[in-house]
């Protein structure tokens, strides 16, 4: 077929649209009418076989051009999604990063050992002995516990400064947990086990004297949140130092690079967690207005919502996906 040819029998085709198109672009893809739609594909569909005989027998014709312009302009039209970015964050929290935390499983399982045995050995060595407290914790915090201070209070007073440095200082806790894995490991194992020994020679201390109550008050709120966001750091600097120590077939350098890739994912993925347990432990946990039931719920509720979506979110996705390619496939093949 010849430029000569295809013109007088496509060109209004093509004018059409061309003018679809434009209205969609401009005043958005509600604009158009539901037979306007189907008009729409249809025309782009018959613009595309239009392109490809251009392409076959007069490439380098301004017809040619001019088809793979309207077509490429109606293709973002007819196949307009979400914004590439949001698109993305939407696809990472919904599917990627609840996947990503259950492959990851043993990293968090090592993790939380490492937090949390050490917090149950310092709790029961301080609960039944406060004489090993100087073994755990600085002597200003030895006195404030036998004496009932709750300088907990003293670090915020329910407002936004308070709430920005508790959560500046959970993600410095966080990074460090994280980054610690470049050094083997080494850093990461130190920054778990001594928030864990702080935590539970804390508690420890304050139950010997019969003061743990108020701080269980006050942490309960925020704490699910704050301490499984340690966790997931932690798993993923134990993740970077599992690849420098058994890089298996690869090279150091290209199995830690493999590792840092799911590291980095795990590490941003779980950032939110610490804004909203700042948030919380910002505005709700100190305030004296909020009965403690509240706290509790909040606490709780935020916990089993949490593993909730990481552990169930996603879980059938691949299902659905295959459903929706077989659609797909089936449009594409439709005469």
């Given at each position: 077929m010849t430029p000569d040819e295809l013109i007088p029998l496509r060109k209004s085709a093509w004018e059409r649209l061309s003018s679809l198109t434009t209205r969609a672009r401009h005043n958005r893809l509600s604009s158009l009418s539901e037979s306007e739609l189907i008009e729409l594909g249809q025309l782009y569909r018959d613009a595309t076989a239009d392109l490809a005989i251009a392409q076959r027998d007069f490439p380098r014709h301004d017809v040619a051009r001019f088809l793979n312009q309207l077509v490429g302009s109606a293709h973002g039209i007819v196949y307009r999604g979400e914004p590439l970015v949001l698109a993305r964050l939407k696809a990472f929290y919904l599917r990627d990063f609840p996947r990503l935390y259950r492959h990851l499983a043993p990293f968090m399982i090592i993790s939380a050992v490492l937090t949390f045995l050490p917090a149950v050995l310092a709790f029961f060595a301080l609960r039944f002995d406060p004489a090993n407290a100087p073994l755990f914790l600085q002597p200003q915090l030895i006195e404030y516990g036998k004496t009932d201070t709750q300088w907990w209070r003293d670090l915020n007073d329910a407002n936004q400064v308070g709430a920005a440095e508790?959560?500046?200082?959970?993600?410095?806790?966080?990074?460090?947990?994280?980054?610690?894995?470049?050094?083997?490991?080494?850093?990461?194992?130190?920054?778990?086990?001594?928030?864990?020994?702080?935590?539970?020679?804390?508690?420890?201390?304050?139950?010997?004297?019969?003061?743990?109550?108020?701080l269980a008050e006050f942490v309960i709120g925020h704490g699910v949140l704050e301490l499984n966001e340690i966790v997931m750091a932690g798993a993923a600097g134990l993740m970077m130092a599992y690849a420098l120590l058994r890089p298996g077939l690869l090279s150091r350098r290209n199995a830690l690079t493999q590792a840092a890739g799911d590291a980095i994912k795990l590490a941003l993925g779980s950032a939110p967690l610490l804004v909203v347990a700042g948030l919380i432990e910002g505005f709700i946990s100190p305030s004296e207005v909020i009965p403690f039931a509240v706290k509790a719920t909040i606490g709780i509720g935020t916990g089993v919502a949490l593993y909730a979506y990481l552990f169930l979110a996603a879980r059938y996705a691949k299902v659905r996906d295959n459903r929706e390619d077989i659609k797909q496939l089936k449009a594409a093949l439709a005469p």
């Open positions: 508790i959560m500046t200082h959970n993600l410095q806790v966080s990074f460090l947990a994280f980054a610690g894995g470049l050094p083997f490991g080494i850093l990461t194992v130190y920054v778990l086990v001594t928030n864990g020994l702080s935590l539970g020679a804390v508690f420890g201390l304050l139950g010997a004297y019969g003061h743990a109550r108020p």
